[in-house]
Structure formats: structure tokens, C-alpha cells
């Protein structure tokens, strides 16, 4: 300071204006940075951990979440708002409405959804119809609606009335002969071809994440994994609109899969209104798992068997408080889907059946056979659908979406509409099957002969045989048209075609065992419970329980397979039946492979998941899977105060890891905390704009007290508040299989390994789904993402 104004004076004196102006401006800095260090007001360092900064704590795309900090900063804001409720009544007020905030979310989500999927079911009603003709009172009726109000409907044809008309009435004024029913067929065509063609062309015009089931991406998602856009609202408009028209085009798909995507999406949406739920992952993963069970319960219009599901399936995190949440809103998008009243027959269920026979002990044979062949087909289904989506990746035919899509939908409509069976849709060709005949029942499957006045067992008439051949080939043809259909650019799922399977084959088994009662009643096996004329057999249960074979084989699901079931078609009475079956499937199944189409997928396409089911039998040890490995070079590390910022931008530019370890030397290795890479590059970019004097020179200090510097340096860059003091570590000889424990039931992304307190290396999640794929003899690198 005594030789500040000699200085000065000198400097005047020996150079012009500019030079003055820039020399003075240092000179203030030096006596601002000597004020600081006599006890004067320093210079304000950002930092942090006192100014939060906008973009620290965020994720970006294709990246894992870390869930320990996430559920720190929650537990963080609900002490702040409980410490402040007793403050005033206004902290009070709002610290009510932060606790109702969760449960007004559910219900805004469970009535969204609900209306939703109330007008997907009409929709696609109608345009499914309209492949066949049109109603001439309004076109805008399916063909139901339009026969409702008519008094000229007969009992054998009650589905014809002259307000409706096919396109063979309307273009050549009749219904009979052979061309009739060629135009009919290529009408069938025509909008079978435009409606798909519409649908892939949306999808990949506007929102390619539409696409496919979403139920593997769900999964992923819930597990942490960011995939941006993918709950968006421009993927939940496409994904509505695309889910009619691929319905509606005959595709051998289904929309119950799609609706759980459609519901995440909604609450996704929903989420972004509540601060609570918008700057937290953690939590609004819980919301998307609630939002999971929405939507199995407006598929299904099973609300227990759709917080089944999320639990059962699709959660990774499930607290007890998701639980409550989950069953409140899939009751009000049950509620709501009632109200609307999509299905025209007041009732919720979608195959409601009411079987007039119990069944007998003997039986629980047959539905383990039926069990037997759900676990067959899953494992087949699962195989063969996997390498065809390997060859639509590595192949030109990945290249052409929309003509693969009107390929496999001139195909289906080609071979499906001969045969009625294959021609009506899903959820109408299973509920046929799921039927149980009565005396005036006009249904082809009830062409049995000498049917008297009774109920009982009958034999087969040349109906029942035409049916029975109908069926047989609508089976063969639904086991390998959905291995081509599921995974293609349009929305579909894989319940409905699977259950279509099973109860194709469950009534054909189910007819069988009854013209086997009717023939062979004397037989050991029918004795004492099955008399002459008695109805023994009811071929609609087979084919109930077949269709849970069959999806619980593809899935994988066992209770909430079950009560979805019995939810679906009220038929509570059966529950054993479909326990043994959907248990013998699993048991069968996993016996060619333990992973459902859902897991399969999600390996397919490279997604970081730790899947819980699975377990980790190899006895490795933490050092074999670490990051450096020996002939690696070393491990890229921050220091505590001894790095610069243009040192530590260097060292971020020339790598494209996710986050550095934080040490106190380079020499002693001892390890300070963990630092993500987006939170350092956004901290140091802000301060190079609020903080004066941050230049490439200045000093990162990632502890509580900045070191002592010389009177010329510039001021040191604070960033103690974007550091985790508290990094999850493992020793290096800790066991593989518990360190994969603590990755799965803690949500980490990475884990520190240490010997006698000192660094040796990082383990990501990815380097833990990497080994044990090269334990499992696949290829390591499918893991593409972080």
C-alpha cells in the first residue's frame, strides 16, 4: 500500500489515456484483493452450495439417475417445509397443500387417463367397423350402435339391420355372390392399408418414441434411466391417435400395453404442475409407477390387477405411499372409464362370462396341459420375435418402416378375412371364445346337434366341426403373424394376441374334453361326477385359463396375471384353475430362459436395467469389474485444491465420463467425493459470468476454506456445493454379488472402489450389466447406454 500512489503517478505520467484505464482497473483488483486479506469485504466467490444454481442436480439425456440424492433432496425440502409450518399459519397452509398435492395428482391422472382410454375404445370400435361397412343413419356409429334402435333384426341374424349396409350393398346394391364379396374383401384392404398407413407414417413424422408396446421403456424408465421426450406431450397425442388406427387396421396387436404408456404420459405431464414432483426424479418415478397401474386398470378395467402389475412388473421403487397412491388412481380411472361406458354394457369387465357348470378336480389336468403349452409358446414367441427384431435392426429392412408395416398389414388382411374367426378383432374373437352356449345361442362354436331342452353335454354338429377347422388355422395363423407384428413402427401390444392364442387353444382342447364326457362318460376319469346328459365340460372356462397360460408364458406375470383374470371376466370361482395354469407356464417357460418379452426387449435395445428377478451366481470380486483395469491408463481424478480451471475443463473435454472422483492429491489418493461432470461444466460456465476475475488460471477449491494465494492470482473458483461428500465405496475384494445387491436396492450409477482408504477405481452401472453379459456369453457392448 505505501507504494500504491508512486505507482500511480508514475503510471500517469509515462503512458497514454487507454494504458492508464487498463492498469488502473488492476490495480484496483490488487487493492480489493489486499482490503480482502486485511479483514476488509472480499470479493463475493460464487458458490454452490450457497447459491444454487440453475441445471446442478439435472440429468441429461440417456443417463442414469442417482436415487440416493434424489431421495436426500426430498427428505431436505420436507424438513425445510415441517420447520417452517410452525412458523406461521401460511407455512402451515402450504405445507397441507404439499402433503394433498400427491393424492390431487393421482386423481387428475386417473380422470385424464380414464377419458382417455374411454375414447380410444370407441374410436377404434368404429373404425374397426367401418373396414366393413357403414351405418346410414350416421356414420358415425359402429355397426352395434347402429342395429340398436332397429325392430327388423332377427334372433339368427341379430347383427344385420337395413341401417346398416356393407360396402358390396353400397356400391353394388347387394350382399350376395361372388362379386360382392370381392369388394367387400378389397374394401377390407383398402382401409386396412390406409388406416396403417397413417398410423407409421405419424409415428415417424412427429413422434418416433410412439412406436411399440412402451412397457420395456416404462421399465427403464422407472429404474432411473433418462429417456427425454419419450413421456412428451406430442408423444402421448401421436401415441392416442396411432393407437386407433393400428387397432383399427386388423394388425395382430393389442392396446392394453399402449395404455400404460399413455397413462405415464399423462402423468408425466401432469407432473410438471407440481414443483414438487417437476425438479425431482426420484418422486416422479413415483407418480409414473401409480401411473402404471392406471393403465392395465383402463385396459382391463381391472383396478386391483393394475396395482398388481405396476408391483408385480413394471416398478423398481414401490414405498407403501405408492401403493395407496396407485389403488386411488386406478380407482378413478375406473370410475371415469365406467361413466363413459365405452363398451355399451354398463359394466366395467371386458369379457364378463357366466359359466353354468362348476369345475371338477379331474380337470386341473387339462388346464396343466393348457399351462404347458402357455410356457411352450411364451418361450417359443419370445425367441423367434427377438431374432426377427434382430433382423429388422441389421438389415435394410430396418431402413423402410412404412413399407414394412403395409407389407405385414396387406399379408394379415389378405389371409385373415377368409376366415371369420381371424377377421373380427381381438378382444370380439376372444370373447366369443370365452362364451358359453346357451339353447338359443346362434354362435357357430354352438352347432351341436340334439340339443333338446337341455343344457347338458352334447355331440358335435357340422357347425361346431366347420369352427372347430376355423379355429385350428386362426391359431396357426395368430402364433406367427404377432411374431412379425410386435416391435414394428406402430403402437402395439401383446396381450390381447396372446391371450387370443391361448383361448383359441383352450377351446379347442375344451371341446375335445366335452365330446369326450359325452362319448366316454362310463370312463374311470368321468365316473361319479359326470352323468349321461349332464353338463360336465364348459369349453369357455378352457379357454380362459388357456389365455392366461399363454400371456403369463409370454410375461412371465403370476398374481397379477391372475387377478386381472378373474377381474376381467368376473369369474371369481376360477381362480385355482388359472393359478395352476399361470404357475405351470412360468415353471415351463423358465425353463428355456428366464426373461419375459419385456426384459428381452429391453437387452435388444441396450438400456442400462438391472433386472431385480435375476440373480448373480459368479464369484468375482469388485476389482474384476472395476474401472481403470490394469492395462487401462489411470483413473481420471479431480483434486481438491490443486487443479486450475482451464486444468479441469481440459481434463472434462478430453474425456466423456459421466462424473470424476474428488481426492485430496494425486499422490496420496484419498478419496474426497464424487463429482458429476454436468453439474462441474454448468458451475464453472456461471461463474466465468457472475463471479469477476474467474479465469482459466483461477484455482477450483472443492473444500470449505479456499487456500492462501499470492496477491497477484486471480480469485479461486468455489465449488464445494456440486461435490458428494458421502460417495457410496466398496472394498475391492468385496463380492460381485453384493455389490450388485447395493446397485439394485439403492438405485446407484456408480460406486467407488478403495483399498485401505485409497482410490483405485469407479464401478458404473453399466460395467456391472457388461459383466454379467460376458458371464452370460453375450456380447458385452450391447449395453449402449450409460
Not at 391372475?562 to 376381467?568: A, D, S
Amino acid at each position: 500500500m505505501n507504494n500504491f500512489l508512486p505507482t500511480l503517478f508514475n503510471t500517469i505520467s509515462g503512458e497514454n489515456v487507454l494504458k492508464y484505464l487498463e492498469r488502473l482497473q488492476e490495480l484496483l483488483q490488487q487493492i480489493s484483493r489486499a482490503a480482502g486479506m486485511n479483514g476488509s469485504a472480499p470479493t463475493r466467490l460464487v458458490d454452490p452450495l450457497e447459491d444454487p444454481l440453475p441445471g446442478v442436480g439435472t440429468y441429461e439425456d440417456f443417463n442414469t439417475i442417482d436415487w440416493v440424492r434424489e431421495k436426500s433432496k426430498d427428505r431436505d425440502r420436507h424438513r425445510e417445509i415441517a420447520n417452517k409450518s410452525r412458523q406461521s399459519t401460511w407455512a402451515l397452509l402450504r405445507s397441507i397443500s404439499d402433503a394433498f398435492s400427491g393424492w390431487l395428482l393421482m386423481l387428475l391422472v386417473g380422470l385424464k387417463t380414464g377419458a382417455i382410454a374411454g375414447g380410444i375404445d370407441i374410436a377404434a370400435h368404429w373404425l374397426t367397423d367401418m373396414k366393413e361397412g357403414v351405418c346410414l343413419i350416421g356414420f358415425w356409429f359402429n355397426h352395434e350402435h347402429c342395429c340398436w334402435t332397429s325392430n327388423e333384426t332377427t334372433f339368427q341374424e341379430r347383427d344385420r339391420c337395413p341401417q346398416w349396409q356393407s360396402w358390396a350393398e353400397l356400391i353394388t346394391g347387394t350382399s350376395e355372390g361372388a362379386f360382392a364379396y370381392i369388394v367387400n374383401y378389397l374394401m377390407y384392404l383398402f382401409w386396412a392399408l390406409l388406416f396403417a398407413f397413417l398410423a407409421v407414417s405419424l409415428v415417424r413424422a412427429f413422434a418416433p418414441y410412439a412406436c411399440g408396446s412402451g412397457i420395456p421403456e416404462i421399465k427403464t424408465i422407472l429404474s432411473g434411466f433418462i429417456i427425454r421426450g419419450y413421456l412428451g406431450k406430442w408423444t402421448l397425442i401421436i401415441k392416442t391417435i396411432t393407437l386407433v388406427l393400428a387397432v383399427s387396421s386388423g394388425l395382430s396387436l393389442g392396446k392394453e400395453g399402449p395404455l400404460v404408456h399413455v397413462a405415464c404420459c399423462c402423468a408425466n405431464i401432469l407432473c410438471h404442475r407440481f414443483a414438487k414432483y417437476r425438479k425431482n426424479e426420484a418422486k416422479r418415478r413415483e407418480v409414473l409407477s401409480a401411473a402404471a397401474a392406471v393403465g392395465v386398470s383402463v385396459a382391463f378395467g381391472a383396478p386391483i390387477g393394475g396395482v398388481l402389475f405396476s408391483l408385480e412388473e413394471v416398478s423398481y421403487y414401490f414405498p407403501l405411499k405408492t401403493l395407496w397412491r396407485s389403488f386411488f388412481a386406478a380407482l378413478v380411472a375406473a370410475f371415469t372409464l365406467r361413466s363413459i361406458n365405452p363398451f355399451g354394457n354398463s359394466r366395467l369387465v371386458l369379457f364378463y362370462v357366466e359359466f353354468h357348470a362348476p369345475w371338477h378336480l379331474v380337470e386341473l389336468g387339462p388346464f396343466i396341459l393348457l399351462g404347458i403349452f402357455g410356457g411352450l409358446w411364451g418361450a417359443m414367441f419370445i425367441k423367434a420375435n427377438i431374432y426377427w427384431c434382430k433382423i429388422r435392426k441389421s438389415t435394410c429392412l430396418g431402413r423402410y418402416p412404412v413399407t414394412e408395416v403395409l407389407v405385414v398389414t396387406a399379408l394379415t388382411g389378405l389371409l385373415a378375412y377368409p376366415n371369420s374367426y381371424t377377421r373380427m378383432s381381438g378382444p370380439e374373437l376372444i370373447s366369443e371364445l370365452f362364451n358359453d352356449c346357451s339353447l338359443l345361442d346362434s354362435s357357430q362354436l354352438c352347432g351341436y346337434t340334439g340339443v333338446g331342452n337341455t343344457l347338458g353335454d352334447r355331440p358335435a354338429g357340422p357347425g361346431l366341426y366347420t369352427a372347430l377347422w376355423q379355429l385350428a388355422l386362426a391359431l396357426v395363423f395368430k402364433m406367427l403373424i404377432t411374431v412379425i407384428t410386435f416391435g414394428m413402427k406402430v403402437p402395439s401390444g401383446l396381450f390381447i394376441p396372446s391371450m387370443a392364442v391361448g383361448a383359441i387353444a383352450g377351446r379347442l382342447l375344451g371341446v375335445g374334453m366335452e365330446q369326450l364326457a359325452y362319448y366316454h362318460h362310463d370312463w374311470v376319469i368321468f365316473k361319479g361326477w359326470c352323468s349321461p346328459g349332464a353338463d360336465c365340460i364348459t369349453p369357455g372356462l378352457y379357454a380362459m385359463v388357456g389365455a392366461a397360460a399363454c400371456l403369463g408364458g409370454v410375461t412371465r406375470m403370476t398374481v397379477s396375471l391372475v387377478v386381472i383374470m378373474f377381474e376381467l371376466t368376473g369369474g371369481l370361482e376360477y381362480i385355482v384353475p388359472l393359478m395352476a395354469a399361470t404357475m405351470t407356464s412360468k415353471w415351463v417357460a423358465d425353463a428355456f430362459g428366464r426373461e419375459g418379452i419385456y426384459e428381452a426387449h429391453i437387452r435388444l435395445n441396450g438400456y442400462p436395467f438391472l433386472e431385480p428377478k435375476e440373480e448373480f451366481e459368479h464369484n468375482s470380486l469388485a476389482v474384476d469389474v472395476m474401472r481403470p483395469r490394469r492395462a487401462d491408463p489411470s483413473l481420471a481424478v479431480l483434486t481438491q485444491d490443486g487443479m486450475t480451471v482451464g486444468e479441469v475443463e481440459a481434463l472434462v473435454e478430453s474425456t466423456d465420463y459421466s462424473g470424476f472422483p474428488v481426492v485430496v492429491s494425486a499422490e496420496s489418493q484419498r478419496l474426497v467425493g464424487f463429482v458429476l461432470r454436468r453439474d462441474l461444466l454448468i458451475s464453472i460456465d456461471n461463474a466465468r459470468k457472475r463471479q469477476e476475475g474467474v479465469v482459466s488460471a483461477s484455482q477450483v477449491v472443492f473444500t470449505d476454506h479456499a487456500p492462501s494465494l499470492p496477491a497477484d492470482a486471480p480469485p479461486p473458483l468455489r465449488l464445494r456445493g456440486i461435490v458428494d461428500l458421502s460417495p457410496f465405496t466398496v472394498t475391492d475384494h468385496t463380492p460381485m454379488d453384493i455389490t450388485v445387491d447395493i446397485f439394485r436396492k439403492l438405485g446407484l450409477r456408480q460406486c467407488l472402489v478403495t483399498h485401505n482408504g485409497r482410490l483405485l477405481g469407479i464401478i458404473t452401472k453399466k460395467d456391472i450389466l457388461k459383466h454379467m453379459a460376458q458371464i452370460a456369453n453375450r456380447d458385452p457392448d450391447s449395453i449402449l447406454f450409460n
